[in-house]
């Protein structure tokens, strides 16, 4: 599973506004000094109400963060202080509808501090972070408020509910019950504490991590030592250097947020792949102002403790608890089992490049900066693959628009056109406006490809306007990724792992776009989060279908589709380096689990002797294949909103595999498939229990099998 993977949650506090998301009555806006009329103070009037980013200036947002807390709280004040009985239309339905302008201005806010950042975002950030923890506290501990989601959530039976109403209450009860509502004060003190101090850290540690990636990144003064990289590749590592201001002659490899780098898989130079290797694994861990040991080893602490508080033993156990999951164990017997299969099948792969190593009388044993290196020459002998052959059929916008596009139609009947007169937030942001099967608007989809030094690393999907009835909003979602920019007047040429991550990030956007439902709490990617990553990895396997896959795989310069026997050898080596992808994967799960197991009266732990000694316990500690992420860089699990929670890509894997089944068995690629799995899964959202909308679609509990099989760790039984 090498791909990247999205962030879906938003930043901290966008998950405090969680209740507070469509537009009420709002108060008379205020003009500021020089009489502008700041623009989150009203709903946009943009379609979709996208947001007005030709309007926006960074000296907004924390005025409108503000007075959005101070509006926020006086709706909850009259919530709690209504004297007429509770019932779900005088408190949930209020609720639902608070916090108009906090939720505008944090969506825009928390997105564009992580793909478009800045100084001033930064410093609003780090100012606003504890701010908004605590205005989150002063919600979920509101005694009043709870006595009325109490006594509603304790006779939800009898009032008559509609399914997706009465899956609301019990969530609110939950979500309260799990921020501390049943605490007596003087925990809640603590609790409160506790909070303030893990949303400080967690923004520290982002601004670091990224700070410190761009730091990080490896100046070659000799264009002799890129060699293995492409001509485009080259100068686009020129036009880094450039745009960092470097003297001519200077070349910039940027990191990926990732632990290997995709310039690791052509560079001839050893010394230079070991050189770019370390810069990517030291980052947090070598000193300075940028390290991040400090912030993590406190993190892991601190939210053991408040687990304890909860009423739960580690943070795992509290953070899985609402989780399909339910408890760590079973997360870690699900990855435990595959560690063997998965370790056995890396030293098989490792052995076949020492192998080759030796023939070339290379004389080193393969170390982890050489592996995508020689992983590459052992494809291109056993199956005759070079991606140097590959890419140029993979142009970004065919790709795009002949391949996520047209799958999207394919299955769901949707068509797109491009907006060039909607604002955005980066000249290298896209627009399209979507159209459902019967010719209607249905959304808004923007896409931020291109890495850019104030850009976090990864890919992910959010929105910036959720769907739902009870104001009768439209979606306005968007993908970010992180692909290499081409020099100027060259195409954009991705890998094939690229392509991948495009149709996995656009799966998160199908499941916003598609959401039908009553209110904005349970629209869209509102789902436990071993449940919203299906979606994202169901759609991936669209990619290599054999009729979306001709209809996008053309040269970029002459139109020609992929050669037949250049698509066979893709499709054989699917299973290609499985292992290794796998244990990587595995290492940085199973680490997460470590740091979040442990028992709030653990010290804080030295994070260079506690990593390599819980690879070792859970018998994943392979020197050349190292975690996905290591601790220093783990942002899903420090700044992600993925603590305890890395495991959910398998999870998630087990039930999109087991779905794509489905649809084999079923006549493939269909409308009428794509019309169940829209109103069955997609348009649902948070709307009821997970487990229970997969059953009603599949007849059944998910299975084991078809993600073996898709992993190559067992025949496949179902034929393509």
């Known amino acids: 599973m090498k791909r990247n993977v999205t962030f879906l949650a938003l930043a901290l506090c966008i998950a405090a506004s969680a209740y507070a998301k469509p537009e009420s009555a709002a108060k008379k806006s205020t003009a500021t000094k020089s009489t502008r009329t700041n623009p989150f103070y009203a709903k946009s009037t943009l379609p979709f109400q996208a947001p007005p980013f030709d309007k926006i200036k960074d000296s907004d947002y924390k005025p409108a963060l503000e007075r959005g807390m101070k509006d926020n709280l006086a709706e909850v004040e009259a919530i709690a202080n209504n004297k007429a ?45 504890p701010k908004l923890s605590a205005h989150q506290d002063a919600i979920n501990l509101n005694p009043k408020l709870f006595a009325r989601v109490k006594k509603i959530y304790d006779t939800r039976d009898k009032l008559g509910l509609d399914g997706e109403a009465k899956y609301l209450v ?135 403790q408040k687990a ?131 010719g209607k608007s249905m959304a808004l989809y923007y896409g931020d490809y291109f890495a850019r030094p104030n850009k976090s690393g990864g890919a992910w999907m959010d929105s910036f306007v959720d769907q739902n009835k009870l104001f009768g909003t439209k979606p306005v979602v968007f993908n970010v990724t992180n692909f290499q920019k081409p020099a100027a007047g060259e195409p954009a040429l991705l890998s094939f792992d690229d392509v991948n991550t495009i149709f996995h990030e656009f799966g998160h956007a199908l499941h916003g776009m598609f959401s039908n439902n009553q209110y904005p709490s349970t629209a869209g990617t509102n789902v436990p989060r ?102 220093d860089y783990f942002s899903h699990i420090w700044g992600g909103g993925y603590s305890a929670g890395y495991y959910a890509y398998l999870w998630s894997e087990v039930i999109d595999d087991d779905a794509y089944y489905w649809f084999r068995e079923n006549g493939g690629m269909t409308r009428a498939n794509g019309q169940k799995f829209r109103d069955m899964i997609l348009s649902r959202g948070g709307s009821a229990e997970a487990a229970s909308l997969y059953r009603a679609f599949r007849g059944r509990d998910p299975i084991v099998e078809p993600l073996l099989e898709q992993r190559g760790l067992k025949p496949v039984s179902i034929k393509e």
């Open 85 to 129: 009985e509770p019932t779900f239309d005088n408190t949930i339905v209020p609720l639902e509808k608070a916090g108009a302008v906090l939720n505008r201005t944090a969506k825009v806010f928390f997105n564009l501090s992580q793909s478009n950042t800045n100084d001033t975002i930064q410093e609003v950030e780090s100012d606003m972070a």
């Open 170 to 304: 019990e969530r609110y009860y939950r979500n309260f019950v799990r921020s501390g509502a049943l605490l007596n004060d003087a925990d809640k003190t603590k609790l409160k504490k506790l909070n303030e101090e893990e949303s400080t850290l967690t923004t520290d540690f982002r601004k670091k991590v990224l700070a410190d990636t761009d730091a990080s990144a490896v100046v070659i003064d000799d264009k002799a030592q890129l060699a293995g990289l492409s001509d485009a590749e080259i100068a686009a590592a020129a036009e880094a250097a450039k745009d960092a201001k470097m003297p001519a002659g200077k070349y910039l490899l940027r990191l990926r947020n990732t632990t290997q780098q995709p310039a690791l898989q052509s560079l001839q130079n050893r010394a230079v792949r070991e050189k770019l290797f370390n810069a990517s694994v030291m980052r947090g861990n070598h000193g300075g102002e940028n390290d991040t040991k400090a912030i993590v080893t406190r993190l892991a602490q601190l939210r053991a």
């Open 308 to 438: 304890k508080l909860l009423g739960y033993p580690t943070y795992a156990a509290y953070s899985l608890d609402d989780q399909m999951a339910k408890t760590p164990e079973t997360a870690i017997k699900l990855m435990s089992d595959l560690v063997p299969g998965a370790t056995a099948k890396a030293k098989d792969e490792a052995a076949k490049m020492q192998k080759l190593i030796d023939a070339e009388g290379g004389n080193f044993k393969l170390a982890a900066w050489d592996w995508d290196f020689y992983a590459e020459k052992v494809r291109k002998a056993e199956y005759d693959l070079d991606e140097s052959q590959v890419k140029p059929y993979f142009e970004l916008d065919h790709v795009l628009q002949d391949g996520v596009f047209y799958a999207a139609g394919q299955l769901y009947g949707i068509t797109f056109k491009q907006r060039k007169d909607i604002p955005v937030y980066n000249p290298d942001v896209r627009v399209w406006e979507v159209f459902d099967a019967d």
């Open 530 to 631: 071993d449940f919203v990553e299906f979606p994202s990895q169901f759609n991936e396997h669209w990619a290599l279908d054999q009729q979306v896959f001709a209809h996008y795989a053309k040269h970029y310069k002459t139109g020609a589709p992929m050669p037949a026997e250049l698509v066979e050898k893709i499709k054989k080596s699917k299973t290609f380096n499985q292992g290794y992808a796998l244990t990587e994967y595995l290492a940085a799960a199973l680490l997460d689990m470590g740091w979040h197991t442990l028992p709030a009266d653990a010290p804080q732990q030295d994070v260079n002797k506690f990593e390599p000694a819980t690879l070792e316990r859970f018998n994943i500690a392979l020197a050349e294949v190292p975690p996905r992420y290591h601790t």
